[in-house]
């Protein structure tokens, strides 16, 4: 049996989320609607894309939109002529927020989301079941529902490690991500010891120092929640 308070609280929050959100299209795609109903919904040019684009810098595969309980994330599928959120350039995955405007190379498309205009008491967005979330908009992170008090340069590393969905983080990638004042030129040492640092506060906070994986000769993951 889930503890007491967890269950009622997550189970109105996945009520909630069942609105789906939608691509809308503009310039040739205008008057067409795409709901992100699927896991993961391809974009690009060729046939079986489940958003096709007759652009012609479109790639055949060019980006996804992966769909998830608290949030809709962008992706370019290396794609030759790029993808824009706002006007700048999606590197790696991109969390979609209402309103934001998607370019596909030249194509245009708005994201609408429902639950955006939704009220919702705030502790309703937070996943209590989980040993480590991370708001990325509010740039804030949690542990079983309860705020963590990062430094900075803790919750980037974090919200890095989240947002790659348990997959392995170089060091190069965490340089880059953590240090961009730097251009990633840090040393084995700054990033070990902030992953040491990081640690021993998930520890503290119940969500165990073993949330970060390292992975000999690769870099780290975030273990995923069983």
Known sequence: MAPAGRSDDLGAGARRRRQVAALVGAGPLAGQRFPLERDLTIIGRADDCDIQVTDSLASRRHAQVRREPWRYVLEDLGSRNGTLVN??????????QHGDTVHVATTPLRFEDPDATVPMARDSLRPVHLPVWVNATTGEAFAFGQQL????KELALLTLLYERAGAVCDKDAIAR???????GAVSD???ETLVSRLRSK???SGA???AIVTVKKRGYRLRSAE
Not at 87 to 96: F, Y
Not at 149 to 152: C, F
Not at 177 to 183: F, K, L, T
């Open 87 to 96: 006007g700048e350039t999606v590197a790696g995955e991109r969390p979609l």
């Open 149 to 152: 008090e990062l430094a900075p």
């Open 177 to 183: 991500a953590v240090w961009p004042e730097y251009g």
């Open 189 to 191: 040492y700054n990033i």
């Open 202 to 204: 998930l520890a503290q």
């Open 208 to 210: 165990g120092a073993d």
